[in-house]
């Protein structure tokens, strides 16, 4: 056995069962070892090497295990990059697998020569390059330890050829997996009873108690102890974008989702009203708090926090208190304590009033998504899709032109349903990608992928491996001929001095049908429903490009942006 072999055997170990990358030319034995192996692991070949780190992330998301992606060295492990910092920061366990150049070429001038241990460091938990053959069991042990447990995040490996050649000695050195590292998160850890009950004590005291969650509560699994908890105590939970979904938007608890980017006005009002706020998962980031103006400061207010990582605790807001642990099992937990201590609230006037604003909200929101004009406004595509929407519909967006329609407009049914959006760095191009990824974990489900002309432009070419693996996807593109998002802030910001954000619309479904999807050109409301319906019957990829109306026609939903349109009117 050689050290690629060595690799695979580990991954076999961990359960894995896909692994997504890119060949080169350093890391033909492992795919010589993939070959010969004749395991159930499938290798998922990307056309890009960020496509695989974005499928790989997008596994990780839905599966519940760590993602793993490969790629060669040099520009390969470069190309990587943007994916594994993506999960790294959205605390998704990635594993990025490079192989390397040989040691004995280090400071030769080896063509693809890159110190891939420093380019990792700053985005990932832990980056080794594993220079003994016999050192491949003890170090992926370590890599998925430390991609699973804590807060999850992303490990990079480098495999220099030496390490990939040599023969492995399985006398010497045993083969085995830890198998508590093979899901995430791994090892969870639950609150001190002491700090448990007393917020218990201050949740039962408040009169206005809101909870708000974020991204950590999905990647916990939270939603069915977070529900209870919200019925039990009559409390409304709002949302950050990463935590959208967590409830059935249609529950009457549910308010919608707070922060900047695609606000519902009656989630704000929650939070400012509130006496008592309790945070789930929520990094209370600079979208999620509008620049940490919300909430305001408010005498007496109560700010409690459940985070798995103890470096968020108090690092944004001053907390009345603070409890590390997982957050499913933190609030389940809490629901126990609290229907020992309690007894169930009924739903108060406060939060009839608060339901009766948002019925008044999606009523005054019906009248945009009746609207027929041309090109067509992104909030009638978004309404159109919700009627195709069901309780194991995935959507996966980019975050440029949909995320304000989506997170201010979709509507979820919770249960297996979700929506993945890359929030960390908002990178482009991770929708169609994303896709991949989502269809291996979950083949189940319905996919639709959204995203802009500049996200497609980044990632066109996984149109083909979606069609090559015939992935049962329903991909939209708003085509609005632009960089949209920086064009409406060139609008806002920079008196309508619209610089390198334009370009030709051409026709996209050409290039769709060029890879071997079926495509379909949309421009009017008529079209977008007969499109949306063949879309959703059929069992193949279908590419709907729908051309939609600029965000620098009419400004978004972004509060910020709203608020600054709004002093240029009264000027």
């Not at 992303?154 to 198998?179: N, Q, W």
């Not at 706020?277 to 990094?283: A, S, V």
Request: aromatic share 8%; net charge negative; glycine share 8%.
């Amino acid at each position: 056995m050689i050290g690629a072999q060595a690799i695979v055997k580990m991954l076999e170990k961990y359960h894995v069962d896909y692994i997504f990358g890119v060949p080169g030319d350093t890391s033909i034995k492992l795919y010589e070892a993939l070959y010969d192996n004749q395991s159930c692991i499938r290798h998922i070949m990307a056309r890009d090497e960020r496509s695989a780190s974005f499928m790989a992330d997008a596994y990780a998301r839905l599966s519940h295990k760590p993602g793993i992606c490969e790629c060669p060295s040099g520009a390969g492990s470069l190309y990587t990059v943007p994916g594994v910092a993506e999960a790294n920061a959205s605390s998704i366990p990635l594993i990025v697998i490079t192989s390397d150049i040989p040691l004995s070429g280090e400071g030769k001038q080896t063509i693809t020569e890159l110190d891939t241990q420093k380019l990792y460091e700053s985005i990932t938990k832990w980056a080794s390059v594993v220079k003994s053959v016999h050192k491949i069991p003890e170090v992926m042990r370590r890599a998925f330890r430390i991609a699973t447990t804590g807060r999850p995040g992303a490990i990079h490996l480098a495999f220099p050829k030496e390490t990939l050649y040599d023969e492995f000695s399985k006398e010497t050195t045993e083969l085995y997996a830890d198998e508590n590292c093979c899901t995430y998160p791994a090892f969870r850890t639950r609150g001190a009873r002491v700090e448990l009950e007393a917020m218990v004590e201050l949740m039962a005291g408040a009169k206005k108690l809101v909870i708000i969650v974020g991204g950590g509560a999905n990647h916990s699994q939270a939603g069915e102890s977070i529900r209870s908890m919200a019925e039990w105590m009559a409390a409304p939970v709002v949302s950050t974008i990463s935590g959208q979904g967590i409830m059935p938007d249609d529950h009457p608890m549910a308010l919608g989702v707070i922060g900047d980017n695609g606000f519902h006005p009656h989630a704000h009002r929650a939070m400012e009203e509130a006496d008592v706020l309790l945070y789930i998962g929520c990094k209370m980031g600079s979208v999620s708090t509008i620049n940490w103006s919300m909430p305001s400061e408010k005498p007496g207010r109560k700010i409690l926090q459940i985070d798995l990582n103890p470096e968020m605790l108090g690092n944004n807001f001053q907390n009345t208190l603070s409890v590390a642990g997982d957050a499913k099992l933190v609030v389940e937990d809490l629901v126990t304590l609290l229907k020992g201590k309690t007894t169930q609230k009924e739903t108060s006037e406060w939060t009839n009033k608060l339901n009766s604003q948002r019925q008044t909200f999606w009523k005054e929101a019906e009248q945009a998504f009746q609207v027929d004009s041309t090109p067509l406004k992104p909030q009638r595509i978004i309404a159109e899709l919700n009627r195709h929407l069901n309780e194991s519909t995935i959507v996966i967006s980019d975050a440029g032109t949909p995320t304000p329609y989506i997170t201010r407009y979709l509507k979820l049914a919770a249960k297996d349903s979700r929506f993945i959006i890359p929030r960390a760095y908002g990178g482009l191009g991770y929708a169609i990608p994303a896709v991949v990824g989502a269809h291996f974990a979950r083949p189940d489900a319905k996919l639709v992928g959204l995203f802009g002309d500049g996200s497609l432009g980044m990632s066109a070419g996984e149109l083909e491996t979606i069609s090559r693996l015939n992935i049962p996807a329903v991909l939209i593109h708003f085509n609005n001929s632009s960089f949209g998002w920086i064009k409406a802030l060139q609008k806002l910001h920079c008196n309508e001095k619209y610089f390198s954000v334009d370009f030709n619309a051409n026709d996209p479904a050409k290039v769709a049908q060029g890879f071997g999807l079926k495509a379909l050109s949309i421009e009017t409301a008529e079209e977008l429903v007969q499109g949306l319906d063949i879309a959703f019957k059929s069992k193949d990829p279908i590419f709907l490009d729908v051309k939609s109306e600029p965000e620098s026609d009419e400004i978004p939903p972004v509060y910020s942006w709203m608020q600054r349109q709004k002093k240029h009117d009264n000027k």
